[in-house]
């Protein structure tokens, strides 16, 4: 890839993170009533005859989009939540080691108060808060898993990293 092109033009920022799940009424209860997400609106069902689908989101054409629902947690970035139908669907989500692996990382003010309200609710937390250090110094962290396995982590660094103090 080359590097001499620059940045992409006129980038601003996050505006949403997608991903999928399996059953979307499930999805909606965690972020709702665990998370704190405010649900907006709902698109879908929607399918295609041609190649609409693969052409558009690197799907296979014979896969229905059920259900879409848009979340937005405080300030943060909007989940776009979808809820697909396909014959040749993987059900088990990837790894963090994987490729494409991922995880959604929010930030609490109160760590330890975030991590017993999972805990409450029956979340699965993965260990005990991480204390970092080097540039992260100052910040403390942990992952959890929504109900369909998807990773997400909490972190909290309210005095902020020790990268935030250095002065280039």
Not at 46 to 52: K, P, T
Not at 57 to 65: E, G, P, S
Not at 75 to 97: D, G, H, K, L
Not at 99 to 113: F, K, Q
């Amino acid at each position: 890839m080359r590097n001499d092109l620059g940045p992409l033009p006129g980038v601003t920022g996050l505006d949403h993170i997608g991903f999928t799940v399996p059953d979307l009424d499930q999805a909606h209860a965690f972020l709702v009533d665990v998370l704190g997400c405010t649900a907006m609106y709902d698109l879908g069902p929607f399918a295609d005859r041609g190649s609409w689908m693969s052409r558009h989101l690197n799907v296979a054409d014979d896969t229905v989009m059920r259900r879409l629902r848009f979340f937005r947690l405080g300030n943060a970035p909007i989940f776009e939540v979808f809820e697909y139908e396909a014959v040749a669907q993987r059900t088990v989500p990837p790894a963090n080691s994987d490729i494409g692996g991922h995880h959604v990382a929010l930030y609490v003010e109160d760590l330890d108060a975030a991590v017993e309200h999972l805990r409450r609710h029956g979340v699965t937390v993965l260990g005990e808060p991480t204390s970092s250090s080097g540039p992260s110094l100052g910040q403390r962290w942990v992952y959890f898993l929504a109900p369909w396995g998807m990773q997400f982590e909490l972190v909290s660094y309210p005095s902020g990293k020790a990268f935030d103090r250095i002065h280039i």
